[in-house]
């Protein structure tokens, strides 16, 4: 399942999972006797009636669902998230409880209630919320200033050019989608959906100056947003950001600890925390530990190879989302004069000291099921069915195992794992159809295993 671009999670705070708790014989308004009553914030005035949530889960969403689909789960963590987003509140699960209320429809149209605990001194009163449904586009892009748009100094000096120019205009305002991404990161739960269903739309049905970008209406997306107008602000600026690799003048000096590993919290807060004491003074003057933590990924391997990966929405260290750099960033740097204009993505392994922990590597990026049309099979009778095994650390050295027992529908001697260096670090399968019907293969990458339904029509 393709994105044209990444809109970025940011690390927030962890909330576990609880149900509403009322103490008995204390009502929510006694607080107001309390001391630093100004600091206590009402649940039940605030503004905000819907919220944009997901599978929130350690500070990182799991964007491998979007609402609608099979599998998709609201988590209590992304609820809290996504309020204290919206409403400029700092609430952890030491100030409320939150009940999911309802799953809804695979995540759409879900409810769930927030209630403050007795003893909280940041929170009182209780709001039930509306998730995934009718959001209104003004509060979930509530940062309408986007910031900077760095770019190399071929593009820089050439952008009014390359805006005047309507063949790149989809590439020109995908990059800047990435700022509205990094400076609304709460949409994150909705990144598929926007990046598939709505990036289209909001293309053709934009205006973009060298300082705005408007959309006239946004895509409802089947009524998870309200069709409104939208206007972005920001600016251009020469890219000056850092990359990760300069963080250290050898690449062997990227040592962490095993047992720091082994915490997952917060997007590996505590690994990130020990990699950062240990980097250049240089690097650190331009690049905060806040987002050396949030504007980068851990990733692991099936051989448990580690890296940190940079990825966009920084102002200050160097990433663009993958397949931008592989689609629109040639053409926009051909346009300016310069095919090599915006560098690859930055990534450093790992040394680690001690023992390794066991993570489990994901498969990511591969659909539950995929629909092949035999009328549409390519001259040499193959139908790439676009599933895809994604690791941004991926390599040739752990090969994928693809089964399935459906040789009714599919040529066995056919199923080819191949892989892709230029784009992300993938494995792409592809597959002859032999009929009409439905069949399930089987992807195996290292200890982890999924499958998918392969739907072939006429």
């Known amino acids: 399942m393709k994105k044209l671009l990444s809109l970025l999670a940011a690390t927030g705070l962890v909330a576990s999972a609880g149900s509403v708790a009322v103490a008995c014989n204390k009502k929510a308004e006694d607080k107001t006797n309390d001391t630093n009553t100004e600091t206590i914030f009402d649940l039940s005035k605030t503004q905000v009636d819907h919220l944009i949530v997901g599978n929130r889960v350690n500070g990182v969403y799991n964007r491998d669902k979007a609402p609608g689909e099979d599998g998709f789960v609201i988590t209590e963590e992304s609820v809290l998230y996504a309020f204290d987003q919206l409403n400029g509140q700092n609430l952890t699960t030491n100030d409320v409880t939150i009940k999911i209320d309802s799953q809804g429809e695979k995540g759409a149209a879900g409810v769930a209630t927030i209630t403050a605990k007795d003893d909280s001194k940041k929170a009182l009163g209780t709001k039930t919320f509306t998730l995934n449904s009718k959001l209104d586009p003004d509060q979930i892009f509530k940062n309408k200033n986007v910031g900077v748009l760095k770019l190399p100094k071929v593009v820089y000096e050439k952008y009014n050019d390359l805006l005047a120019d309507s063949s790149n205009k989809m590439g020109l305002a995908s990059v800047i989608f990435e700022q509205i991404g990094g400076a609304n990161p709460v949409i994150e739960p909705l990144a598929q959906v926007i990046a598939i269903s709505g990036l289209q739309a909001m293309m053709v049905e934009s205006q973009l100056t060298n300082t705005t970008y408007t959309i006239n209406e946004m895509p409802q997306l089947g009524g998870v947003f309200l069709g409104k107008k939208l206007t972005f602000n920001y600016t251009v600026g020469l890219d000056d950001r850092v990359t990760l690799q300069s963080a250290h003048k050898s690449k062997e ?79 926009l ?126």
Do not use: C
Not at 276 to 304: C, M, N, P
């Open 253 to 331: 000096d990227f040592k962490v600890k095993g047992e720091s590993l082994s915490d997952s919290t917060n997007n590996f807060e505590i690994a990130k925390k020990e990699l950062y004491s240990s980097f250049e003074d240089d690097f650190k003057s331009k690049v905060s530990e806040e987002d050396f933590i949030k504007f980068t990924k851990l990733t692991v391997d099936g051989d448990q190879n580690y890296q940190i990966v940079s990825i966009p929405g920084s102002e200050n260290l160097y990433a663009h989302d993958s397949m931008w750099l592989n689609t629109f960033a040639p053409q």
């Open 333 to 458: 740097a051909k346009a300016a004069g310069d095919g090599k204009a915006f560098a690859a993505n930055d990534a450093i392994s790992l040394t680690v000291q001690g023992s390794k922990p066991t993570l489990t590597p994901e498969i990511r990026e591969v659909p539950e099921s995929v629909d092949v049309k035999l009328s549409k099979q390519d001259e040499d009778g193959t139908d790439i069915a676009d599933i895809q095994i994604y690791y941004p650390s991926a390599n040739t050295k752990l090969v994928p195992s693809i089964t399935t027992d459906g040789e009714k529908y599919i040529d066995k001697t056919s199923l080819i794992a191949d892989y892709d260096a230029d784009y992300s670090k993938r494995w792409t399968v592809t597959f002859k159809a032999k009929a009409v019907g439905s069949t399930d293969i089987t992807l195996t990458y290292g200890s982890v295993q999924k499958t998918v339904k392969i739907n072939i029509t006429q």
